[in-house]
C-alpha cells in the first residue's frame, strides 16, 4: 500500500473536541492577569520606550490588556512614579487618546528593565492558566472512527488494511513509528493524521514563569482562525440610548488557532527540545514539543539528525511515559509542562539499527508503509495524470513497468508517478508538443529521473 498524490470562560458549556474552547474572559482588574503591578508596569514602560510617543489606546492594543481597571491603573502608577508624561493627546476619546512619553528618569528605569528581559509584546499568560488551557483541550478527548479515517484519506490511495492501523493510532493521541522505503508516502500519513485531529486550541502569544517570558505562538507552525478585537466599554453610550449588559470581552492574549501541526527533519538538534534563551533579548522560545501540544509534532527523517539517535529517544522517554516534560530556566529552575501531543517518527532506515526494544515498547503504534503493490501504483498514475492533465494510457504505463523496473529490478515507489509526470511536462514543453505517456517521452523523463547504479 501507501499513499501519495496529497480563570472562566466566557461560554460555560463544554466545547466539542472540533469547535475548540472558548476565548476566556478579558481580565477586569490587574489580580485577574495573573500579572504582578510591576511585571505590567514594566512592559508598559518597555512599550513607551520602542514607541517614543504612544497614546493609551495603542499601548492596550500592543499589550491585549484591557484599558479600564488595567492600563490606566498602570500608567496612573508610571506617572506618579515620574517614569513617563503625558505630552497631548491624538484623535479620540477621553483618556484613551493621552499620548505618553518617557521621563529622564523613566530613561534610567527603562535601561534596568531592558537588562532584565527586552520583550515587549502582547502581555504573557500565567504558566497555571497555560497549563489548564492545554488540559481542557486535550487531544486524548477525540474520537476518531472509520468513516472519518476514510474521509481524511479518500483522495489518496491507502488500502483498507492501512487506514485500519492509522485510526487506532491517530485515537491513542500518545506516539507513532512510521517505518519503510522513501517515497511512499509517511510525511503525507502524517499530514493526514493531523488533517482528522481536526478541532482548534487556544494558544496564549506567550507564557510568565517567575517574571521570565516564554514566547509560544509561532507563525510558522501556527494558524490563527480568530484573533479577537478590542472592545470599548469605557465609552459612554449616546444620550438617550437604552444601556444593555454587553456578554465578557474575550482576552486579546489567547489566540484561537488550528490545532498545530509541528513538522522538524534532519535539522532538529537536541537544543531545540528544550527552552531556548537568547542572551540579548533575555526571552526564551519554546521547544518545539511545548508549541505541538494540542497537535501533532512529526520527527521526520528520523535517525539522520545531527545527534546521535539514541540521545534523541532518550530525550522522549519521560514524556512518552508521564505524558508530561520537564524544562529548565537558567536559574536553573525546573518546570513541568503538560505534554499533550501524538508524536510521529518517520523513518527511511531499518528500525533495528536505530531503535532497541526498550523504546519500541514506549511507542504505541508501529505501522509499515511498504511499496505500493502495482495494482496501487496504476492506481496513483491515474489520480496524477487527472490532477497534472496528462492523458493516461494503460500501454504506457505497461512500457513504462516493463522497461525501467522490472528489467532493471527497480522498485516500485508511491511518489514516482508524480515526479516522473512532471518530468514528461518538462520534456514536452521543451519539444512544443502535448504531454503523453508515450514511450519517446517516459523514457527521457526516466533518464532525467533515476540515477544509473
Known amino acids: 500500500m501507501s499513499a501519495f498524490p496529497l480563570r472562566e470562560f466566557a461560554s460555560t458549556a463544554q466545547a466539542s473536541v472540533d469547535s475548540g474552547p472558548q476565548f476566556p474572559n478579558e481580565p477586569t482588574s490587574i489580580d485577574e492577569t495573573g500579572l504582578g503591578m510591576g511585571f505590567i508596569a514594566d ?44 505630552v497631548g493627546a491624538e484623535q479620540g476619546f477621553g483618556e484613551r487618546a493621552y499620548q505618553y512619553v518617557i521621563t529622564l528618569q523613566g530613561s534610567r528605569k ?27 483541550q486535550s487531544i486524548g478527548g477525540m474520537t476518531i472512527n472509520q468513516q472519518r479515517i476514510r474521509e481524511a484519506f479518500k483522495d489518496l490511495v491507502v488500502n483498507d488494511e492501512m487506514l485500519d492501523k492509522i485510526g487506532p493510532a491517530a485515537n491513542s ?10 517515497g511512499n508516502g509517511k510525511t503525507t500519513i502524517a499530514e493526514g493524521i493531523s488533517r482528522i485531529m481536526g478541532g482548534s486550541v487556544m494558544l496564549p502569544y506567550a507564557v510568565e ?37 454587553m456578554p465578557p470581552a474575550p482576552d486579546r492574549r489567547w489566540l484561537h488557532c488550528k490545532r498545530p501541526r509541528v513538522m522538524v ?51 522522549w522517554i519521560v514524556p512518552l511515559e508521564k505524558k508530561i516534560d520537564f524544562l ?12 499533550d501531543v501524538l508524536i510521529v517518527f518517520s523513518t527511511n532506515l531499518d528500525p533495528k539499527g536505530l531503535v532497541d526494544d526498550a523504546f519500541l515498547r514506549r511507542i504505541r503504534h508501529k505501522i509499515e508503509v511498504a511499496n505500493p503493490t502495482p495494482n496501487e501504483y496504476r492506481d496513483i498514475f491515474r489520480i496524477v ?16 513497468i516493463q522497461e525501467h523496473y522490472f528489467k532493471v529490478n527497480r522498485e516500485l515507489r508511491c511518489c514516482h508517478p508524480r515526479d516522473l509526470l512532471d518530468q514528461v511536462l518538462d520534456e514536452a514543453k521543451y519539444r512544443g508538443q502535448p504531454p503523453q505517456m508515450n514511450k519517446d517521452l517516459l523514457d527521457r523523463a526516466c533518464e532525467a529521473y533515476f540515477v544509473k547504479m
Open 43 to 86: 512592559l508598559v514602560l518597555k512599550v513607551i520606550y520602542f514607541n517614543g510617543t504612544i497614546s493609551a489606546q495603542r499601548i492596550s492594543e500592543q499589550t491585549c490588556l484591557p484599558y479600564l481597571n488595567v492600563i490606566d491603573k498602570v500608567l496612573q502608577f508610571l506617572k506618579m512614579s515620574e517614569y513617563v508624561d503625558i
Open 385 to 400: 495524470c487527472k490532477s497534472k492533465g496528462v492523458p493516461y494510457s494503460d500501454d504506457g504505463l505497461r512500457y513504462l
Open 173 to 182: 493521541a500518545r506516539s507513532l513509528f512510521l517505518y519503510g522505503p522513501p
Open 110 to 136: 527603562v535601561n534596568e528593565v531592558l537588562d532584565r528581559s527586552q520583550y515587549a509584546g502582547a502581555a504573557p499568560v500565567p504558566l497555571a492558566a497555560y497549563i489548564e488551557m492545554v488540559n481542557r
Open 209 to 245: 514563569i517567575d517574571g521570565q517570558v516564554i514566547k509560544l505562538y509561532d507563525p510558522l507552525n501556527h494558524s490563527i482562525l480568530t484573533k479577537p478585537e478590542m472592545r470599548h466599554d469605557d465609552v459612554p453610550a449616546p444620550f438617550g440610548a437604552v444601556a444593555t449588559t
Open 265 to 315: 527533519g534532519g535539522e532538529l538538534i537536541l537544543e531545540q527540545l528544550e527552552l531556548i534563551f537568547d542572551p540579548i533579548s533575555k526571552v526564551y522560545e519554546a521547544p518545539y514539543q511545548m508549541k505541538a501540544n494540542g497537535g501533532l509534532f512529526l520527527i521526520d527523517d528520523f535517525g539522520r539528525q545531527r545527534c546521535r539517535p539514541e540521545e534523541l529517544l532518550n530525550r
Open 328 to 339: 529548565a530556566l537558567q536559574t536553573g529552575k525546573k518546570i513541568e509542562i503538560p505534554f
